[in-house]
């Protein structure tokens, strides 16, 4: 961008759409030179790039055409003063800098540039006729254009481009940092990706930190042989690990906060989902127009109307929330239970084998049959917002992870007390699975990506114009044939955190819940983690395109599903502590299980009285806000006694003058 003075204009958005076979001789009536001109006349700096098989327009926006476009998207920025005001092009100095010291964040400039792509309309007094490959379009007065030629699949897709400066920066700094394995420069990350990748990253980066004092533990225990004393040992690892879970969950909660203090994310961005790449703003929750105007015109029935809407859409969440827990424990709980089963009573090796396969097979698509469900049970609800919608999202869909991944575990570990099998389960799903997800995880985007490119040759040998091996010499044609960074259950609520966020959670309640039964696994999860910084960080830099930003800045539904897991786990490892000392099945309450049942109230009692004990901000945060707060108290009181002054004056001027 050129914020900055740069002569060179660094283009964020690309614009595709066919190569054409027939050229128009009247250029002025060719679609695509049309789509240049109008992109031109907002304001973009434009450069076109013929690919191999497709044709790229390349956009790049001045700071007076982003200024112009947020002014009129009526933007609130952070003000020096702490105040989340409208931003205005000529009180440019006023507003906050980003870290890398632009005016707009990368979401701020992506909202700008849809408002501006999607504003387009024909605002002439006639039809205009437009060509395109020997086609005639007919462009109606005030119909927006973009929207007109993607209907007709003539733009195939709008997309952000890298900055190539920038990308390579952070491959250097991060994706191929490893001397400090957990350091990342979460500042740039903001800068380039938006908040809430950043965020991402923060809390994967605390995440593995914080784990290396259970894993030591973990180790100490795995490779000393304490003798009787483990009976005594373990317990204490058990509250060890429950402490340091509740510390984390608290101790997030404040660097979350310390991280949007130093960001200047404004309280209206960090809220709203904002412009998906379509370009139309996502829907959230308004009352019906209808309820508007009785509120307008009948105030006397307006609190009936208004809490009778409420609880409807109330309601409507408690009955999707009730079908997915109704299917999850009639549907899957029997087909969990019954593999479960199978796999304890058969003893061939590679029966198992073929019927942990048949079952990986089956439970993909479960997952994709409950995810597409859940996508279409929550359209229905009054969520504020997308992001809230998201979070409704990520409940259901968890809860059919849960029972997916955990089931089994519970199954030989609570019914049948069979710890070496129990082990046996944990070392494949820390190993096998994450060493596997993680290699599909990356292998799978760059086979996409070699498979377009195959097919864009062999398209072009089809038809007979290819004499030589093509080269896809242009970067923007390289992206565009990249995969997007999409979740597993859909692109329209959740992007690619969705599936880091959710391995992360299954990793956690895995070995957090079944700690006393394997401490090793914060050993295996912490060298896991330590990877998948740098694998995620390579990721999104060589091998994916640039993601479309979302505003949310915390890590919203995730952070509730990790302090179910704690509470969990509480239950789970009491419960493991008490089969090791009552190996008879006697259930007779001797001192050793008198004091795991005590051990489990006052961790339940401790989980609750550490969220009143730490504070969730830290206090130069709340002083700093304090502190914008009084500032802007005290300009806008003289401001306003400047105004009545001045009334007053001009009161008595006029009295005079009587």
Same mark, same amino acid.
């Given at each position: 961008?050129?914020?900055?003075?740069?002569?060179?204009?660094?283009?964020?958005?690309?614009?595709?759409?066919?190569?054409?076979?027939?050229?128009?001789?009247?250029?002025?009536?060719?679609?695509?030179?049309?789509?240049?001109?109008?992109?031109?006349?907002?304001?973009?700096?434009?450069?076109?790039?013929?690919?191999?098989?497709?044709?790229?327009?390349?956009?790049?926006?001045?700071?007076?055409?982003?200024?112009?476009?947020?002014?009129?998207?009526?933007?609130?920025?952070?003000?020096?003063?702490?105040?989340?005001?409208?931003?205005?092009?000529?009180?440019?100095?006023?507003?906050?800098?980003?870290?890398?010291?632009?005016?707009?964040?990368?979401?701020?400039?992506?909202?700008?540039?849809?408002?501006?792509?999607?504003?387009?309309?024909?605002?002439?007094?006639?039809?205009?006729?437009?060509?395109?490959?020997?086609?005639?379009?007919?462009?109606?007065?005030?119909?927006?254009?973009?929207?007109?030629?993607?209907?007709?699949?003539?733009?195939?897709?709008?997309?952000?481009?890298?900055?190539?400066?920038?990308?390579?920066?952070?491959?250097?700094?991060?994706?191929?940092?490893?001397?400090?394995?957990?350091?990342?420069?979460?500042?740039?990350?903001?800068?380039?990706?938006?908040?809430?990748?950043?965020?991402?990253?923060?809390?994967?980066?605390?995440?593995?930190?914080?784990?290396?004092?259970?894993?030591?533990?973990?180790?100490?225990?795995?490779?000393?042989?304490?003798?009787?004393?483990?009976?005594?040992?373990?317990?204490?690892?058990?509250?060890?690990?429950?402490?340091?879970?509740?510390?984390?969950?608290?101790?997030?909660?404040?660097?979350?906060?310390?991280?949007?203090?130093?960001?200047?994310?404004?309280?209206?961005?960090?809220?709203?989902?904002?412009?998906?790449?379509?370009?139309?703003?996502?829907?959230?929750?308004?009352?019906?127009?209808?309820?508007?105007?009785?509120?307008?015109?009948?105030?006397?029935?307006?609190?009936?109307?208004?809490?009778?809407?409420?609880?409807?859409?109330?309601?409507?969440?408690?009955?999707?929330?009730?079908?997915?827990?109704?299917?999850?424990?009639?549907?899957?709980?029997?087909?969990?239970?019954?593999?479960?089963?199978?796999?304890?009573?058969?003893?061939?090796?590679?029966?198992?084998?073929?019927?942990?396969?048949?079952?990986?097979?089956?439970?993909? /698509?479960?997952?994709?049959?409950?995810? !597409?469900?859940? %996508?279409?049970?929550?359209? #229905? @609800?009054?969520? =504020?917002?997308? +992001? *809230?919608?998201?979070?409704?999202?990520?409940?259901?869909?968890?809860?059919?992870?849960?029972?997916?991944?955990?089931?089994?575990?519970?199954?030989?570990?609570?019914?049948?007390?069979?710890?070496?099998?129990?082990?046996?389960?944990?070392?494949?799903?820390?190993?096998?699975?994450?060493?596997?997800?993680?290699?599909?995880?990356?292998?799978?985007? /760059?086979?996409?990506?070699?498979?377009? !490119?195959?097919? %864009?040759?062999?398209?072009? #040998? @089809?038809?007979? =114009?290819?004499? +030589? *091996?093509?080269?896809?010499?242009?970067?923007?044609?390289?992206?565009?044939?990249?995969?997007?960074?999409?979740?597993?259950?859909?692109?329209?609520?959740?992007?690619?955190?969705?599936?880091?966020?959710?391995?992360?959670?299954?990793?956690?309640?895995?070995?957090?819940?079944?700690?006393?039964?394997?401490?090793?696994?914060?050993?295996?999860?912490?060298?896991?983690?330590?990877?998948?910084?740098?694998?995620?960080?390579?990721?999104?830099?060589?091998?994916?395109?640039?993601?479309?930003?979302?505003?949310?800045?915390?890590?919203?539904?995730?952070?509730?599903?990790?302090?179910?897991?704690?509470?969990?786990?509480?239950?789970?490892?009491?419960?493991?502590?008490?089969?090791?000392?009552?190996?008879?099945?006697?259930?007779?309450?001797?001192?050793?299980?008198?004091?795991?049942?005590?051990?489990?109230?006052?961790?339940?009692?401790?989980?609750?009285?550490?969220?009143?004990?730490?504070?969730?901000?830290?206090?130069?945060?709340?002083?700093?806000?304090?502190?914008?707060?009084?500032?802007?108290?005290?300009?806008?009181?003289?401001?306003?006694?400047?105004?009545?002054?001045?009334?007053?004056?001009?009161?008595?001027?006029?009295?005079?003058?009587?």
């Amino acid at each position: 961008m050129k914020e900055h003075g740069n002569e060179e204009p660094v283009f964020e958005i690309g614009v595709v759409i066919p190569r054409r076979v027939v050229q128009e001789k009247d250029e002025s009536c060719d679609c695509a030179y049309v789509l240049v001109k109008e992109f031109e006349k907002v304001g973009f700096v434009v450069e076109r790039v013929i690919g191999i098989a497709d044709e790229f327009i390349k956009l790049a926006a001045p700071l007076e055409t982003l200024g112009r476009a947020a002014a009129e998207l009526q933007i609130k920025k952070q003000t020096l003063i702490g105040m989340d005001l409208q931003f205005e092009v000529e009180e440019v100095e006023a507003f906050v800098k980003q870290p890398d010291g632009s005016v707009f964040s990368w979401y701020e400039r992506f909202q700008c540039y849809c408002h501006l792509i999607y504003g387009t309309v024909n605002n002439s007094k006639s039809v205009k006729t437009l060509k395109f490959d020997g086609k005639e379009i007919h462009w109606e007065i005030g119909e927006n254009l973009l929207l007109k030629l993607e209907s007709l699949e003539i733009v195939k897709q709008v997309f952000p481009l890298h900055d190539e400066k920038k990308r390579k920066k952070l491959l250097r700094s991060w994706a191929l940092q490893w001397w400090d394995f957990t350091s990342q420069p979460i500042d740039e990350i903001y800068s380039y990706y938006g908040a809430k990748i950043a965020i991402y990253f923060a809390f994967l980066g605390m995440f593995t930190r914080w784990m290396l004092f259970p894993a030591a533990f973990g180790l100490t225990l795995q490779l000393i042989d304490f003798g009787s004393l483990k009976l005594v040992v373990l317990p204490i690892f058990f509250i060890m690990v429950i402490l340091w879970a509740i510390m984390f969950s608290q101790f997030w909660k404040r660097k979350n906060s310390a991280l949007l203090a130093r960001w200047p994310i404004s309280s209206i961005v960090a809220v709203d989902q904002g412009y998906k790449i379509s370009g139309r703003k996502s829907s959230s929750w308004q009352p019906p127009m209808e309820l508007m105007k009785v509120f307008e015109t009948d105030r006397a029935k307006e609190k009936e109307i208004f809490q009778r809407h409420e609880w409807l859409g109330r309601l409507m969440r408690f009955r999707n929330d009730a079908i997915i827990i109704f299917s999850i424990i009639c549907l899957q709980l029997p087909f969990e239970l019954a593999y479960a089963h199978l796999y304890e009573v058969l003893d061939s090796d590679i029966i198992k084998f073929g019927l942990t396969a048949i079952y990986l097979f089956a439970i993909q /698509y479960i997952t994709k049959i409950g995810g !597409k469900v859940s %996508v279409k049970l929550i359209m #229905n @609800e009054n969520n =504020e917002n997308t +992001e *809230k919608r998201a979070d409704s999202l990520v409940y259901k869909v968890f809860g059919l992870y849960f029972m997916q991944t955990y089931i089994g575990i519970f199954y030989h570990a609570l019914l049948h007390r069979n710890f070496s099998t129990l082990r046996q389960v944990l070392i494949q799903r820390l190993l096998l699975s994450e060493v596997l997800e993680n290699l599909v995880e990356n292998s799978l985007p /760059y086979l996409k990506y070699s498979y377009k !490119k195959y097919r %864009v040759r062999h398209k072009k #040998n @089809e038809k007979g =114009e290819a004499r +030589e *091996k093509f080269q896809f010499s242009s970067r923007v044609e390289k992206e565009y044939l990249k995969p997007s960074y999409s979740a597993s259950i859909g692109e329209e609520l959740e992007d690619g955190l969705f599936d880091d966020f959710l391995e992360l959670a299954l990793q956690f309640g895995m070995i957090l819940m079944f700690a006393c039964a394997f401490p090793p696994a914060f050993a295996f999860a912490a060298v896991n983690n330590l990877m998948e910084i740098r694998t995620d960080a390579l990721k999104l830099l060589v091998i994916l395109r640039r993601p479309v930003p979302r505003a949310a800045a915390t890590v919203g539904a995730w952070l509730n599903i990790f302090q179910f897991l704690i509470l969990m786990s509480i239950c789970t490892n009491c419960a493991l502590l008490a089969w090791l000392y009552d190996e008879e099945g006697k259930w007779k309450i001797e001192p050793g299980l008198a004091a795991i049942l005590i051990m489990e109230h006052v961790l339940l009692l401790t989980k609750f009285g550490f969220s009143r004990f730490i504070p969730e901000e830290p206090a130069w945060v709340r002083a700093n806000r304090a502190k914008h707060t009084t500032q802007a108290q005290d300009m806008c009181s003289k401001k306003l006694l400047r105004t009545i002054s001045g009334g007053v004056k001009t009161f008595r001027e006029e009295k005079k003058l009587d």
